[in-house]
């Protein structure tokens, strides 16, 4: 790298740097919820099996 392409690289970084940790982000969140729904499917799905058994 030399001294003349750091803006170019500054001007990268702060183009694309935001998006980037923006959707880094949401797809932390989204898995998050995505093993509590996991989860939450899990104990409907012992609920129904434990129904079922009763009938």
Do not use: C, H
């Amino acid at each position: 790298m030399t001294p003349e392409s750091v803006p170019t690289w500054i001007t990268l970084i702060g183009n694309f740097g935001f998006p980037i940790a923006i959707t880094v982000y949401l797809f932390v969140r989204f898995e998050r919820k995505l093993d509590k729904l996991e989860t939450v499917i899990m104990q409907l799905s012992e609920v129904i099996k434990a129904i079922n058994k009763n009938n």
